[in-house]
């Protein structure tokens, strides 16, 4: 099945930095999710982006289909950053499967 | 509107007793998953639906039982629980397929098999 790698799989921050989450994935996929799971486990859906960039607020994210991979860019970042990461991917072929990477898990520091 | 809703969000049961975690959703959606999450694992896919009446296999299937009789529930069921069981649970749903809209998760069942 499709391989979905998440990288760094640790990040340390001081308030204020910015940074960059990458997704990289195995096979082609009609669809990319960036989720954020926050420090009491709730998983929040931040972007829907099989391809191109989409921003809200401080975060964007960039999917590059062809190339298989994706990006998701925090800037200015808060202490409410913190938490995990994690992308996932619909392969294409008509599945309805969602496949999750293992997640990068950012701590910020005030 | 209260989204996904799990229930329980703790259970501790004994090896070999069954039980069955509850997911219902008012948002009308087709799509509803089960995932399981332990650590350093991300999540993994135990069954899906895309509507009442429709049930298939994910990623990690064994020792779960799904059914949907209605758009709103899709309850997970443990016929007989073992340690390797132990993890947490989260339901999803989405108006129409896995990949075609944001999923919606509920806030999770935190299962622990002695």
């Known amino acids: 099945g499709i391989q979905v790698e998440q990288s760094p799989p640790d990040l340390i921050l001081q308030e204020g930095a910015n940074s960059t989450l990458r997704c990289n994935f195995s096979d082609s996929v009609n669809n990319l999710q960036w989720f954020h799971q926050n420090p009491w486990g709730q998983l929040i859906n931040l972007f829907y982006i099989p391809s191109g960039t989409k921003q809200n607020g401080r975060l964007s994210a960039t999917t590059v289909a062809t190339e298989r991979y994706s990006l998701l860019y925090i800037s200015s970042s808060q202490t409410t950053d913190s938490g995990v990461y994690f992308c996932?991917?619909?392969?294409?072929?008509?599945?309805?499967?969602?496949?999750f990477g293992k997640g990068t898990k950012l701590t910020v520091n005030p | 509107n209260a989204g996904v809703t799990q229930t329980p969000k703790f259970q501790v049961l004994k090896t070999g007793q069954s039980m069955t975690l509850q997911c219902a959703q008012d948002m009308n959606h087709e799509y509803m998953s089960w995932y399981r999450q332990d650590p350093g694992m991300g999540l993994r896919l135990i069954h899906y639906s895309v509507g009442a009446g429709i049930t298939d296999q994910g990623e990690v299937p064994n020792g779960y039982n799904v059914s949907r009789s209605t758009t709103e529930d899709f309850p997970l069921r443990l016929l007989s629980a073992a340690p390797s069981q132990t993890s947490v649970y989260f339901c999803a749903s989405s108006t129409a397929g896995a990949g075609n809209q944001p999923q919606h998760f509920g806030d999770g069942t935190r299962l622990s098999i002695l």
């Open positions: 996932a991917v619909i392969t294409q072929g008509g599945s309805e499967k969602l496949v």
